[in-house]
């Protein structure tokens, strides 16, 4: 049951204090399109009190092996499933790699580790802190929404018996706050629309900083191709590219007929980043009803995928993601306009196994796919050397993790 109450007794929050800071207007984005401008790893894996700006269209994170790379686009993709509803298992399968290094656990066995991010829209800067508790029990421990110098949404867990946190949120009607139990397992932003009834102008608030944050966190498209997986004929199924890209050929024989100017733009980028000719890109039904994609030479010849390298289909793959979009890609359906999206792809190891000929094509991609603001990338590459000075390379918001 939701309780009404003055907010006398503060929260115990896991979080380090800020300075108060005094309401102020909201601040409207330039565009209505909500999107993470940072991604904040306060203690998390091999990071601590980093903070990673995502403002650009196009960010590269770059670093040598072992530099948290992977962590990076792990704690985002984490956020996004915790968004879209995930429990925290789901979102974590493998939580304790996730506590810092050398943390030491306090005089009750608890350690744990903390994330957050940053979202801008037509609500302004809201910043999403989250606080996990992984031993000796997972769950969430703390978690605040802020935006405009507000404390929107605040969690903490009172009684460590009970597999629930305490939540207030900002009213601004006849209680300065709403209290209630919220389940220590799962986001309490996402929530809140459940909760909240939108009757005050605070409340109000509160709902559209927390739409603003679903929205820029469930709009992700993790894109990590196996081709080992692409090269296989696959039943006919939704047309919707998975994270691996094992469809591909399912996704062809879908996008080749529904979506013919972007599928020239895609014969026209592998045109300019496989050997040999190509006139077009197919999928074709086998005998045993599945489906298989190839390459039309042009000549009456015909080359199966399955006859290409790593890097040709790592190529392949990502460069029909960046030419698809949110109606082609399996992501989680966000129940507002295209118009207000931006689609996120995250791809680690991006580069991986490309020449350099392929490298400076899926830059240049890349840079004219990003500059339409519908879609954002966040790539992950060892070192920068096949990025400077090619074209599109300069597109790129670098964050560099090399000690």
Known sequence: MTVSMPSDAPLPSPFPREAEAAPVPVRRAVTGRARVTELRLSAFAAHRRLRVPLDAPFTLVAGPSGSGKSG????????????????????????????????????????????????DGPEGPVRLDVAVQVEPELRIVGERLTGGGLTLLETALRDPGRRAVQAAWHTAGAAPVTRAPLPD?????????????????????????????????????????????????????????????DNLADVLFRTRSECSRRHGLLIEA????????????????????????????????????ARLGDGELRYIALALVLLTGPGVLEVDTVEVPEAYQTLTVLADGFGHGLDARQRRELLGLVARMCERGHIRLVGAVNDLSWVEGEEGGDAARVVDLAP
């Not at 996402?190 to 009834?197: F, N």
């Not at 045109?271 to 040999?276: D, I, K, T």
Request: aromatic fraction near 2%; include cysteine; hydrophobic fraction near 40%.
């Open 185 to 245: 397992d799962r986001l309490g932003t996402p929530l809140l629309p459940l909760r909240v009834a939108g009757k005050t102008e605070g409340q109000r608030r509160v709902l559209g900083a927390a739409e603003q944050m679903v929205v820029a966190l469930r709009s992700v498209f993790v894109c990590a191709p196996r081709p080992a997986r692409m090269r296989s004929a696959v039943p006919l199924g939704t047309g919707r590219l998975l994270r691996g890209c």
């Open 72 to 119: 990076v686009l792990r704690a985002y993709e984490a956020l996004a499933r915790l968004a879209a509803g995930a429990e925290l298992g789901e979102a974590f399968p493998d939580a304790l790699s996730c506590v810092p290094d050398r943390a030491r656990p306090d005089g009750q066995g608890r350690r744990g580790f903390r994330i957050g991010c940053t979202a």
């Open 270 to 305: 592998v045109r300019a980043g496989c050997a040999g000719p190509v006139a077009d890109l197919l999928a074709e039904r086998t005998t045993d009803g599945r489906v298989r994609a190839l390459i039309d030479r042009g000549d009456g010849a015909r080359t199966d995928l």
